[in-house]
């Protein structure tokens, strides 16, 4: 319940970082909340992915519906390929850039373990 | 240490990883955008799916406006500006146009300018340095400068006002999808940029030069033949003005033509179509059913989307004028207001010349001029090319102009935009927006130079008139249509027509004025000129209004949309007699039945174009033998001499074909031509059965970028160059109007676009289907935003 509790929050502050400060800093968010949930390397790959793909793929949804697809067909017809690949591949982009900070964030917080425990000063 | 080495650590790889995937997902590949930034649904290209019902809360207080002012956007999107003071109206139709077209005018002004390499990469280098060798860039430069000079200047400097307050609180997320597209980001506009824009229309509507290829063919013809098949009067021409006309003015002296003759391995590269056909006219208040004076015009140029034209209405207390614009031009510029209705064809004359120098030595530095030495001054110019070092270019210019072609024979430009700095465009439709009678039009196009336009007029006071207005150059008889030794000044055009002296004519006997790009006068005009003008749509159009009676506005749209062809009634006949004795199918009695009338699903046009087009160059093999042989741009007589020679000369030589021993005539060639064409029928309709006009001849209205996205091809529409609803591949009717005269005005008008130039607004392309069925919107031309209630779809409110 506490890490769904944790998960939500992720979501909600990717949303508000990526609208009012920068879309880049969706991907960054991995940074706080994979060390926080202290998931395996798999789980943390699949929640970053997940979590910003769901992020840039409803924010893209809610832009389509609200513009009847109009743009969507357009650049689906530059890009070729049909409207909802278009918002899969935009989700996507954004799960991808958020699978490879997961995996950044899992791989700082194994350091910490590393050296503790050649102190045999383990702190988890 | 430890405590820190452990802090600092992820703190930098964080940053490497941060710079390492910020890079690559924000920078883009060749011609790709950056995949993060472009598809990010935060500030990327889902940013500009605009809602279906507008709204939103838009705040242009911080503007400057002076006192409150209200715009109401129809149900088209079309806005009704209105203000106290005229200033105001200007700073808002600069945020209008930039708010609604602001890439369109970006990529115009950078056209113009020569520069876009920069956005699109090294493939428009060559394109950039012909702009700028045709002077473009440093024309406009001038312009903006004299436009000082000009009345309505401080005007011009609130539109620009207006378009910088958008641009400056534009977000990135904003930006036009283009931008976000291609990569780059609007720049502030200017003046100078306006200039960029009046210089782009100065090119597609006067930039024609045929000089090169007018001399090849008269080498490769000889001057006797050349004559012959390029006579400069089609004796059944209809011209602009009535013969009715006296011209009192002297005409100008005749001098030796002196042509350099030789062929020339390079090609022109035309932006302008032959002809670029538009229709105007105005009928007085006793030929219509209503007893109003009706002014129609539809300008037919580049099709493009976002649409060349803008619809607006702008309302003062001096000021309330209804129309469409262009988009980073102020002002309306073909429209109505509350007393009069005016709109604009073109007029095609020749402006353009090309001079031969005669260098001094290898150099190329100097040049003879009447046996005096004169240097060129030598212009650098820089390139930015996008992903590439920057390119210099040396323009050489000469008092004729730049030099245009430098390999072997070195050939100068002198274009007219370039000459006319004191071309006070909109000044000129400044006054004409708020003109009130026949007088204040007449004088409101004093300070217009260039492009020259046929201004057509009618007024409610019952008042038409029609002006030819432009500088026109003086030149004699033949001088202009060939390429001309520039090593004798007395070849320089002995300046313009003056101002009272171009054609004109103002409520004539026959009750309308009418123009359709055919020649402005007949052969009575006392200054000769040259240029390329319509044959047959002209003549069509003044022989139907003459008849007509008691006209509509039903009428007027019916005139309008129009596909009867009177080129393909004259020629087909002509070509039937010749085979009809030897050959009988159905394939010709589709062609007998046909009522010369092309209608997107008619079959017959498909038969008598491939006819028409296999005949055609059957006749004229001596040139495109000649243009083969000698890799030379040639050019090709007009159908209306081909008629005449099918009328008067069927055994003409030119009938007869050089690789054969027989002696061909006119009949021969139809025969041959018409199995040739009915081969080709054969194999079209074997993909396409029932293979009509519209699939046929597509009809496509490209993006500006030609992205074929954003595009649409394949539009459902008749129409042909030669008819009044003049529809070609990418051209035609950019802008349909009729105004009735009467008391309130009323109007009608569409264009094939939308009012929005984003592509993912439902006002991108929402017009064109009506447009291509040939319907019409009803023009609300309303006193104030009350008597909009109705058809209200987003209104701003603007405090001071």
């Not at chain 1, 519906?65 to 017809?77: D, H, P, Q, W, Y």
């Not at chain 2, 597609?204 to 098949?229: I, Y």
């Amino acid at each position: 319940m506490k890490k769904l509790l944790i998960v939500l929050f992720w979501l909600v502050l990717t949303y508000l970082v990526a609208i009012y400060v920068h879309w880049f800093l969706s991907f960054l968010t991995p940074l706080i909340f994979i060390p926080w949930l202290k998931l395996d390397l798999l789980r943390s790959l699949l929640l970053g992915f997940l979590v910003i793909f769901i992020v840039w793929f409803s924010a893209a949804v809610i832009l389509n519906l609200r513009n009847t697809g109009v743009l969507a067909e357009m650049i689906s017809g530059l890009v070729n390929v049909s409207s909802p690949l278009l918002l899969l591949a935009t989700g996507f982009i954004g799960g991808f850039g958020g699978a490879l900070t997961s995996w950044l964030a899992y791989v700082m917080s194994t350091p910490y373990k590393l050296v503790d425990s050649s102190r045999n000063d383990v702190i988890d | 240490m430890i405590h820190l080495r452990r802090l600092l650590m992820p703190i930098l790889f964080c940053i490497g990883y941060t710079l390492l995937l910020y890079y690559p997902i924000n920078t883009s590949s060749g011609s790709l955008p950056p995949i993060g930034s472009f598809f990010n649904p935060f500030s990327g290209f889902w940013q500009n799916a605009e809602k279906t019902t507008p709204g939103g809360r838009i705040n242009l207080s911080g503007m400057g406006i002076i006192d409150p002012v209200v715009i109401v956007f129809d149900e088209r999107m079309v806005p009704h500006v209105y203000a106290t003071d005229d200033l105001d109206l200007a700073l808002l139709q600069g945020y209008l146009h930039a708010k609604d077209r602001l890439w369109q005018m970006d990529i115009t002004a950078r056209q113009a300018s020569g520069r876009l390499a920069e956005i699109f990469g090294g493939r428009l280098l060559e394109n950039d340095q012909r702009m700028r060798r045709m002077g473009l860039a440093k024309t406009a430069e001038n312009l903006a400068k004299n436009w000082a000079a000009c009345d309505d200047y401080k005007y011009l400097e609130n539109y620009v006002a207006g378009v910088n307050y958008y641009i400056n609180n534009l977000s990135k997320k904003e930006f036009p999808v283009e931008f976000k597209l291609f990569n780059y980001h609007p720049e502030l506009w200017s003046i100078e940029k306006t200039a960029h824009v009046v210089m782009s229309m100065n090119l597609m509507l006067c930039g024609r030069n045929e000089d090169l290829a007018a001399t090849n063919t008269r080498h490769l013809l000889g001057m006797k033949d050349f004559d012959d098949l390029f006579p400069k009067w089609n004796p059944k021409q209809s011209p602009i003005i009535p013969s009715e006309v006296d011209w009192s003015d002297s005409g100008n002296q005749k001098r030796k033509d002196q042509s350099v003759i030789g062929f020339r391995p390079e090609r022109m590269i035309n932006d302008a179509p032959r002809h670029i056909g538009s229709n105007n006219w105005a009928v007085q208040a006793g030929k219509t059913e209503d007893g109003f004076p009706i002014l129609c015009n539809d300008p037919h140029l580049s099709l493009t989307l976002p649409s060349i034209w803008y619809e607006i209405q702008m309302k003062s207390e001096e000021y309330n004028a209804y129309g469409v614009s262009l988009p980073g031009i102020p002002h309306i510029a073909i429209g109505f207001n509350e007393y009069i209705a005016w709109g604009e064809t073109n007029v095609g004359m020749d402006v353009s010349d090309l001079y031969e120098i005669e260098w001094v030595d290898s150099a190329r530095n100097s040049y003879h001029l009447d046996g005096k030495v004169m240097n060129v001054s030598l212009e650098v110019e820089e390139f930015k090319v996008k992903n590439a070092a920057p390119v210099l270019d040396t323009i050489k210019q000469t008092i004729w102009g730049p030099v245009f072609f430098e390999e072997g024979r070195s050939l100068a430009l002198q274009w007219l935009p370039n000459l006319v700095s004191d071309n006070c465009i909109i000044a000129s439709f400044e006054s004409l927006n708020r003109a009130t009678n026949f007088l204040e039009y007449y004088e409101s196009l004093r300070p217009f130079k260039s492009p020259a336009q046929n201004f057509i007029f009618a007024s409610k006071e019952g008042d038409i008139a029609l002006k030819v207005q432009g500088a026109l150059p003086i030149k004699p008889a033949k001088e202009g249509r060939f390429i001309l030794d520039g090593s004798k000044k007395g070849n320089e055009w002995s300046g313009y027509v003056p101002f009272e002296s171009t054609p004109f004519v103002h409520n004539p006997v026959r009750g309308f004025v009418a123009s359709a790009n055919q020649h402005p006068t007949d052969t009575t005009y006392p200054y000769a000129y040259h240029g390329y003008f319509d044959d047959f749509r002209g003549r069509s159009l003044n022989e139907r209004l003459h008849r007509m009676d008691k006209i509509s506005i039903a009428d007027m749209k019916a005139l309008q949309n129009s596909t009867f062809d009177l080129s393909a009634a004259e020629l087909l006949p002509l070509l039937l007699d010749l085979v009809v004795d030897t050959m009988d199918s159905s394939w010709l009695t589709d062609l007998k039945m046909w009522n010369h009338e092309f209608e997107g699903d008619a079959i017959a046009p498909v038969k008598f174009s491939l006819w028409e087009n296999a005949f055609n160059d059957l006749i004229w093999d001596e040139i495109s033998a000649g243009e083969s042989t000698a890799d030379a741009e040639m050019l090709y007589p007009e159908l209306w001499r081909t008629i005449e020679m099918l009328e008067k000369t069927p055994d003409h030589p030119y009938f007869d074909l050089t690789g054969t021993s027989k002696v061909e005539t006119a009949k021969d060639l139809a025969l041959l031509s018409l199995d040739k064409s009915m081969h080709i029928y054969d194999s079209l309709t074997q993909d396409t059965p029932n293979l009509d006009w519209k699939t046929f001849r597509s009809v496509n209205i490209n993006h500006l970028s030609r992205i074929p996205a954003f595009s649409i091809a394949g539009i459902d529409v008749g129409g042909t160059a030669n008819a009044l609803n003049s529809i070609k591949g990418t051209h035609g009717p950019s802008w349909r109007m009729i105004v009735q005269l009467s008391d309130p005005i009323k109007a009608w008008g569409i264009y094939p676009g939308g009012q929005s130039g984003n592509p993912g607004s439902p006002y991108y392309q929402n017009m064109i289907s009506d447009w291509a069925r040939g319907e019409y919107y009803e023009l609300h031309f309303a006193a104030s935003p009350d008597a909009l209630k109705d058809f209200t779809s987003m209104t701003i409110t603007i405090k001071s």
